[in-house]
C-alpha cells in the first residue's frame, strides 16, 4: 500500500495565536494532530512537544523496527511514545509557572501495509472516506459525548450546545493519560482526514464529506476544508491532515504505463 500525506493549519479568525500542531513522517507512515490548552502560549507549548516528541521517536523505532514489526509491537511503541510524551508535557507544566495547566488532545496513526493503528486522547478526530461512505472512526473523550451515550441529549441537542469544547481526557494535564487504541483495516482508495474541533464544530459532516468526495488533489481539498471553517465563523484554531491510500501495484502499473511498458 502507498500513502501520501497533506497537512494544513490556520489559526482561524478569532484568535491571534495557533495552538494546534501537525506532523507526519513520509518515510514511516506517521501522522500526528494535537490541539492544545492553557493560558498564554501554554496550549502551543503542549501541542508542539507531543507532535514532535511523538513523531521523532515513534518514526525512529518503526524505521529501526521495518516492515517486520508486528501489530503487537507498534501498538505497544506508540503506547510508549505518548506515555513519555505526556510524562513531558507534564513536568514541564509543573516545573513552569507560565505552563501551568497546559494540556492537548492527540490523534497519532500509523500507517503499515493494509493497517492502521490509530490512537487519540479527547475530542480531535479521525474520519474515513471509503467509496461513498464516510464514516467518523474515532469517538470523542467529551462531555457531550458521555451524555450522548447515556441518552441524557440528543446529536442536534448536542451541536447546539455551548459545552461543546469540554474534554474528558487530555495529554499532560496528569502524570498517566489513558490512550484509545484501535486497529483498523485499510483498503487501497480510502481517505483519512485527522481534523482539531476546528474543523469538526465549525462544518457539518455532510459538508466535510462532499470536499473528501470531489476527488481533487489532497492540498487542494485540504485548502477548501479550512476555507469552510473560516467561512463559517473560524471561531477556533483549525488543522487537518489528509492521508490517501493507494494500491502499490496500481501505482506500479500508472508508472509504468507512462514508460510505455
Known amino acids: 500500500m502507498n500513502y501520501t500525506f ?9 484568535r491571534e495565536n495557533n495552538e494546534d500542531a501537525v506532523v507526519f513522517d513520509d518515510a514511516t507512515h506517521v501522522g500526528v494532530l494535537a490541539d492544545g490548552m492553557g493560558g498564554y502560549n501554554a496550549g502551543e507549548i503542549a501541542s508542539g512537544m507531543a507532535t514532535a516528541f511523538i513523531k521523532s521517536e515513534l518514526a ?27 510524562r513531558s508535557i507534564f513536568n514541564a507544566s509543573n516545573a513552569n509557572p507560565q505552563y501551568s495547566g497546559m494540556g492537548t488532545t492527540l490523534i497519532v496513526g500509523v ?19 471509503r467509496g461513498n461512505e464516510f464514516l467518523q472512526i474515532t469517538k470523542d473523550h467529551s462531555l457531550l459525548q458521555e451524555q ?10 448536542a451541536a447546539a450546545s455551548p459545552n461543546k469544547n469540554l474534554v474528558t481526557r487530555a495529554m499532560g494535564v496528569e502524570n498517566e493519560v489513558m490512550l484509545e487504541l484501535n486497529e483498523h483495516q485499510v483498503e487501497a482508495g480510502d481517505l483519512y482526514l485527522m481534523c482539531s474541533d476546528g474543523l469538526s464544530d465549525m462544518v457539518e459532516d455532510a459538508a466535510i464529506a462532499k470536499i473528501l468526495r470531489n476527488g481533487s488533489p489532497l492540498a487542494q481539498m485540504a485548502e477548501e476544508l479550512v476555507s469552510l471553517a473560516n467561512g463559517n465563523g473560524g471561531r477556533d484554531n483549525i488543522t487537518v491532515l489528509l492521508t490517501q491510500a493507494a494500491s502499490t501495484l496500481e501505482k506500479r502499473g500508472l508508472i509504468s504505463r507512462l514508460l510505455g511498458k
Open 6 to 14: 497533506c497537512a494544513q493549519t490556520d489559526p482561524g479568525r478569532v
Open 60 to 86: 525512529r523505532w518503526l524505521f529501526e523496527a521495518g516492515q517486520q514489526a508486528t501489530a503487537a509491537q507498534v501498538r505497544r511503541a506508540i503506547q510508549i511514545c505518548v506515555d513519555n510524551a505526556n
Open 111 to 129: 500507517f503499515q501495509g493494509d493497517r492502521l493503528m490509530l490512537g487519540h486522547i479527547g475530542d480531535s478526530r479521525c474520519y474515513r472516506l
Open 148 to 157: 450522548m451515550d447515556a441518552g441524557l441529549l440528543t446529536s442536534e441537542q
